[in-house]
């Protein structure tokens, strides 16, 4: 079965810096889009970065861009999330999901399958 697992979410202070992995297997990883949402307590889930196949084109959420950094390994089925200059209001838990298409959607349907979140918290 497929299955897609996040870590590397923790409590950090503002202006640090966090590495979110997510280890996919029951997939041919090369075949899917990855990306990362996230969605704090209250709020809609939102789209955060995504990555296509083969990691040429890459697309990122207004409130991240130039802090964050997508990236993939596809020999290690692995989709990363270098989380830089973090802010109070990057709290989350940040979602995992996998699209077996060839672009890059930024949309929840668009997604076939999700992990089970990693929690994020940033401290003023």
């Known amino acids: 079965q497929v299955q897609l697992v996040e870590s590397g979410g923790g409590l950090v202070q503002a202006g640090d810096s966090l590495r979110l992995s997510c280890a996919a297997s029951g997939l041919t990883f090369s075949t899917y889009a990855m990306g990362w949402f996230r969605q704090a307590a209250g709020k809609e889930r939102e789209f955060v970065a995504a990555?296509?196949?083969?990691?040429?084109?890459?697309r990122y959420a207004a409130s991240v861009k130039g802090r964050f950094t997508i990236s993939r390994d596809n020999a290690k089925n692995t989709v990363y999330l270098q989380m830089n200059s973090l802010k109070p209001e990057d709290t989350a838990v940040y979602y995992c999901?996998?699209?077996?298409?060839?672009?890059?959607?930024?949309?929840?349907?668009?997604?076939?399958?999700w992990g089970k979140g990693t929690l994020v918290t940033v401290s003023s």
């Open positions: 999901a996998a699209d077996l298409s060839t672009v890059v959607y930024t949309t929840i349907p668009s997604y076939d399958y």
């Open positions: 990555i296509s196949r083969s990691g040429s084109v890459i």
